[in-house]
């Protein structure tokens, strides 16, 4: 079945610093999302992804979509203490079907101020 | 628009026992997904109703059920519950036109 890979599990950085977590796929993606959940929170929808090489800014947060949309990154330039919290990227199945939401492990982010 | 709702949002269970769990999807919103949060295992997707019919499913066993009813509103079912049942319940429904998955708050299962 799909699986979706996501590193790093855990990632530390002074705030400033840019920061980046990865997403693949065992297959091909009809879309890709990213979610954020802050500590004690539930995941909150940031962007979705459709087209192969996409790329999508939102203020200090960039999104890219793999030409083969089996894989995405989200780069965060200068962190702020505010960007603490637990990134999970959502692979949507390709296909003819409507294929399962499948979520990365997950990304912790710590801003150390 | 108000938001997802889960009830209860607090549960404590003994071994054995079985729950029900209920989701209130966005005004209009038609889908509804069912995933199960753990340290240890993220985010597991369980299952996705649309229009009353079970669209997708993950891998867990039997024990966990699901259904929709005709307002779009969702419960889930764990019976004979087990230890490692414990864990945040999250529902999450969209509407036809985007892919977007509106969580609710969550409903924190501990299974003693």
């Known amino acids: 079945g799909q699986q979706v890979m996501q590193i790093p599990q855990y990632q530390h950085v002074q705030e400033g610093e840019d920061f980046t977590t990865y997403c693949n796929s065992s297959t091909t993606l009809s879309n890709i999302q990213w979610y954020k959940q802050r500590p004690g929170g539930h995941p909150v929808f940031l962007i979705q992804l459709v087209k192969s090489g996409e790329v999508k800014k939102q203020k200090r947060l960039t999104f890219q979509f793999g030409e083969a949309k089996k894989n995405s990154s989200l780069h965060i330039t200068a962190t702020q203490t505010t960007d603490v919290g637990t990134y999970f990227c959502a692979g949507r199945g390709g296909g003819t079907s409507y294929g399962k939401l499948t979520f990365g492990q997950g990304t912790i982010l710590t801003v150390h101020p | 628009k108000a938001g997802v709702t889960q009830t209860p949002r607090y549960l404590i269970k003994t071994r054995g026992q079985q729950v029900t769990l209920s989701c209130s999807p966005i005004s209009g919103h038609r889908s509804v997904s069912w995933y199960q949060q753990t340290p240890g295992q993220g985010l597991q997707f369980l299952f996705e109703y649309f229009s009353e019919t079970q669209r997708n499913k993950g891998n867990f066993p039997g024990r966990f059920s699901g259904r929709q009813f005709s307002n779009s509103r969702s419960e889930m079912n764990v019976s004979t519950l087990e230890l490692g049942d414990s864990a945040l319940y999250l529902c999450?429904?969209?509407?036809?036109?985007?892919?977007?998955?509106?969580f609710g708050p969550g409903t924190r299962l501990t299974v003693l």
């Open positions: 999450a429904s969209s509407s036809t036109l985007t892919d977007t998955q509106y």
